[in-house]
């Protein structure tokens, strides 16, 4: 029997995939990258192994100081041929820091809630606090912050004040970005000026035009076993069919891939909306507490991830399977490979968000005409001409790149965008369940980000809360068309039936544990989550122990009216029925008077009942907006205390302020 040219054709790629298999990728040349390059913790030995002068560390949350360490290491290897890298703080031990003498040293500080660290950068500043002398270092500290929480850049601060007491040297002016105000990114060109200006006087440097220098590779492959191809699952355990999946712990780098047993809308509006979630944990070994966060990994919308790729010509090479290689072994890959291009686009990289001006800047060298360059580097320079044409257009980049090229392609090396572009990060939501009642549920309450702001010609979206409200809208079969669509089954179906990757971030955000303490919570909008969650313990125990003392519970909301955007409305007065005279909910519906009613008004209302309850102990919680609720909510607090304790308001402030660090006034705000 003699074989066509079909059959051969067939026999020769079951061979190439045998080969690939058996090989894994080896036989190109081909290995899968590391997650982390060097392996060594000593900072000394990875900068002399691989001759680096400069190290810039970041403490980072959300992966915003992370993102801004690399732009500024690269921009000072590429400026000033000063061999840079950037670090994570929990990936390095520090006893040879002291010893760095020839080598600079930065360090990305954000602040992360009530003034502490961000949870990689908790043992370096145990480390810094017990450290004896850094005289032989020298420095550059630039803190992240948010200017509406009281302890604005706290950590930046001390890392700044403990360097100077420990007699280190600066390299330039201490810096600092502020998130509240909206001008992080701003704030950190202007450091980054005034820090290059110092350091072409104080080292001997010669500037150079920015030019890219890669640190990684991209290598197309011909041929890739199928089943190692990473299409969006979120490290190497998801592809290791030996790996049990429901088993924690999870965390930043193991999701559990959680079922959504039920969402529904809360609002009754058509222009707005809120889901509620129910995240089912019966299959896993994932718990929480009530007042915890939920974690959720989003991918990026099918609309975002097209106009991504065409921007930059990749639309036909979607599905090319991919692996990295490292051209400078201190960098890393941000995600597993081999990959596809267009899973790195969906799952792995932020590519929507307001585009920075540095980055504008680093890309215009790639700009497809001279004509759409000159445009490109014009905008990356002038503040006011990026302001007015991009930043208040509400332009993503892949918005901003078609606008200035007129729509032409522009053609980038895959490499510079996964170097320049964040990693897709998780958002995270205030559980809305109580751990007492709901032990193997976790709720969670999402406004959905969806606006034509002025200025816009289009629809800003939100990446995870539209994800929830596709979810919402297929789940229940509803004929409304979605804001945004999503691959709802995820990589190899993994996501199907409604599945999504969640971990629980602990926090200190929790109930008194005397039960007979009062408590006042204050949570408009949807910052009434996680007062759902403590109600709902409430009545768990009420419940359970009926005779247990309970202590008063004041709730202030505030939404915009009784009919609309009223969160879980029906469920207060069960609550209230059950917790009887203790439990007073207290509503400000701001568009249904002609004066505009807050519940900072309300509280005010309230002064002495609010007064009493301090004197007999209260806690205050507050919840939802950092940007003006929680301010004025803190003013209206001290003014309850100036009217009816008669203190001056320096006195009252004082006062809060000692609450807080007794923990009887917790916020939880963002
Ligand atoms: P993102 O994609 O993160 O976008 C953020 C904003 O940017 C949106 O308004 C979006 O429309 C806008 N945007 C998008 N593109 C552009 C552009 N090109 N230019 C300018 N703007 C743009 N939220 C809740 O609803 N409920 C909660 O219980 C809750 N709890 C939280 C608890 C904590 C501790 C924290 C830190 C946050 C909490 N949040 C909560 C907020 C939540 O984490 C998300 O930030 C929020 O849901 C938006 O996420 P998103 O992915 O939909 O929007």
């Known amino acids: 029997m003699s074989l066509d040219t079909l059959d051969h054709a067939v026999l020769l790629s079951i061979v190439l995939a045998l080969i690939t298999y058996v090989s894994k990728g080896k036989l190109w040349g081909v ?10 913790r000593d900072i000394a030995e990875v900068l002399s192994a691989s001759g680096k002068r400069c190290i810039v560390f970041h403490g980072s949350q959300t992966g915003t100081a992370e993102d801004y360490a690399s732009k500024f290491a690269k921009e000072l290897q590429s400026r000033f041929g000063i061999p840079s890298m950037t670090a994570d703080l929990e990936k390095y031990d520090f006893d040879s820091l002291p010893a760095l003498e020839n080598k600079l040293v930065f360090f990305f500080m954000a602040t992360y809630g009530e003034g502490e660290p961000t949870d990689n950068a908790i043992e370096f500043m145990e480390w810094l606090n017990s450290a004896d002398d850094l ?7 630039f803190g992240l912050g948010n200017s509406t929480y009281e302890f604005y850049n706290a950590i930046g601060r001390k890392v ?3 360097i100077a007491e420990l007699n280190g040297q600066f390299l330039g002016p201490y810096g600092e970005g502020d998130d509240g105000r909206g001008t992080m990114d701003e704030d950190f060109l202007s450091w980054k000026d005034a820090m290059f200006a110092s350091l072409k006087d104080q080292l001997d440097v010669e500037e150079h035009a920015m030019q890219y220098q890669p640190a990684l590779e991209v290598v197309e492959l011909d041929a890739a076993d199928p089943s190692t191809v990473f299409l969006g699952e979120p490290s190497r ?9 429901s088993l924690g712990p999870f965390n930043h780098s193991h999701p559990y891939l959680a079922p959504i047993a039920s969402t529904y809308e809360l609002f009754s509006l058509a222009s707005r909306s809120c889901i509620h979630a129910e995240f089912d944990l019966s299959d896993s070994n994932l718990r929480y507490s009530t007042g915890d966060h939920l974690a959720i990994w989003p991918s990026n919308s099918d609309a975002h991830v097209s106009k991504f790729l065409a921007i930059f010509g990749w639309e036909d090479k979607r599905n090319q399977v991919i692996d990295i290689r490292l051209l400078d072994q201190t960098a890393s890959v941000p995600f597993p490979t081999p990959t596809t291009y267009e899973t790195v686009v969906r799952h792995y990289l932020g590519i929507t968000g307001p585009l920075s001006r540095q980055s504008l800047s680093a890309i215009a060298a790639f700009a497809p005409t001279d004509a759409s360059k000159l445009l490109a580097m014009a905008l990356g320079g002038n503040k006011d001409a990026f302001k007015e044409k991009i930043h208040d257009r509400y332009m993503d980049i892949a918005d901003a790149l078609a606008y200035i090229s007129g729509g032409a392609t522009w053609e980038v090396p895959f490499s510079f965008v996964i170097e320049t572009t964040h990693s897709l990060q998780p958002r995270y939501y205030s559980i809305s369940s109580s751990s007492l009642s709901e032990k193997r549920s976790i709720h969670v309450t999402a406004v959905v980000e969806a606006d034509t702001p002025a200025g816009s010609d289009h629809l800003v979206t939100g990446v995870t809360t539209n994800l929830l409200r596709h979810i919402q809208l297929t789940q229940n079969q509803s004929s ?3 804001h945004q669509r999503y691959n709802l089954s995820g990589p190899r179906g993994k996501l199907a039936r409604f599945k999504l990757p969640v971990h629980v971030r602990r926090s200190t955000f929790k109930l008194p544990t005397n039960p007979a303490s009062p408590v006042i919570m204050i949570g408009p909008g949807s910052g009434v989550a996680p007062f759902r969650g403590f109600v709902r313990d409430k009545v768990h125990r009420k419940t359970q122990n009926p005779n247990e003392k309970q202590g008063k519970i004041m709730l202030f909301y505030g939404c915009r009216s009784a009919e609309e955007d009223f969160l879980y409305k029906e469920e207060w007065p069960q609550y209230a029925s059950k917790l009887g005279e203790s439990f007073e909910m207290i509503t400000a519906f701001s568009r249904e008077t002609t004066r505009k009613v807050y519940v900072q008004h309300r509280i005010m209302e309230r002064a002495e009942e609010i007064a009493d309850l301090l004197g007999k102990g209260a806690f205050i919680y507050v919840c939802g907006d950092a940007s003006r609720m929680a301010r004025d909510v803190h003013d209206a607090l001290a003014e309850v205390l100036v009217a009816s304790k008669k203190m001056t308001r320096e006195m009252a402030v004082d006062m809060l302020r000692n609450f807080k660090i007794q923990n009887r006034y917790q916020e939880d705000i963002w």
Do not use: M, N, R, W
């Not at 290995?31 to 060594?40: D, L, W």
């Not at 005289?135 to 500290?141: D, E, N, R, S, Y």
């Not at 355990?237 to 999946?245: E, G, R, V």
């Open 31 to 40: 290995t899968s990258a590391p997650a982390t390059s060097t392996g060594s």
């Open 135 to 141: 005289a032989a270092v020298k420095f550059g500290v």
């Open 237 to 245: 355990k998801y592809l290791d069919p030996s790996q049990d999946l």
């Open 160 to 162: 700044q004040a403990k």
């Open 480 to 482: 409304q068309d979605p």
